[in-house]
């Protein structure tokens, strides 16, 4: 005696789904899914909407069974399809949701943008700037980061700085000059 082939215990077990068998359906999940969620996955892309379609295609699978017909289409076709649809379908929903979130961002960009507020790029650019800036002077010697900071921050002259830091107006010109230097090669290395 052979065994039966492979479409021939799909359809028995689409045949008995047909039939509202729970214990089927589950059968006919374990035996067909891994290849319904690989087209699921390549037609989708992302792994949590391929188990999404799975659901929903076993979902339908469960309510359609008992039209399926195997003169018309080999079992994992016919189940194929129903996948395929439904990834698509998905993908449709995807398109229009995105399309709204779209039109929502823009309207909300342009009430941004007329207020006159920092656009969102400028801060984000100013933020990586200054986080350049840091990562910079840190690589600057402790009294050369000091000065330079002092001058900058502070607006301090060179002058005042050699004061206030009781070091010579020529060292004070020198770390400066020396960590501006260190600092423009190291941001164009961010640039």
């Not at 001058?151 to 005042?160: K, N």
Request: aromatic share 6%.
């Amino acid at each position: 005696m052979t065994d039966p082939s492979p479409d021939t215990e799909l359809m028995a077990l689409i045949d008995r789904v047909g039939q509202r068998d729970e214990a089927a359906l589950r059968q006919l999940y374990d035996r067909t899914s891994p290849r319904l969620f690989g087209l699921a996955l390549r037609v989708v892309r992302q792994r949590e909407w391929a188990e999404d379609v799975l659901q929903e295609a076993f979902m339908t699978i469960w309510r359609v069974a008992g039209d399926y017909r195997g003169t018309l289409s080999p079992p994992l076709a016919w189940l194929g399809l129903i996948v395929r649809s439904r990834a698509l379908d998905l993908l449709r929903r995807r398109t229009a949701d995105r399309a709204q979130l779209t039109q929502e961002f823009d309207e909300l960009m342009a009430e941004t943008l007329e207020s006159g507020a920092p656009n969102p790029m400028d801060m984000a650019d100013a933020g990586e700037q200054a986080w350049a800036l840091h990562q910079c002077l840190q690589q600057l010697e402790g009294k050369q980061r000091e000065v330079v900071s002092l001058a900058y921050l502070r607006d301090l002259s060179h002058g005042e700085l050699a004061e206030q830091l009781k070091l010579p107006l020529g060292t004070v010109k020198t770390w400066i000059r020396r960590g501006l230097e260190k600092l423009r090669v190291c941001m164009g290395r961010f640039a």
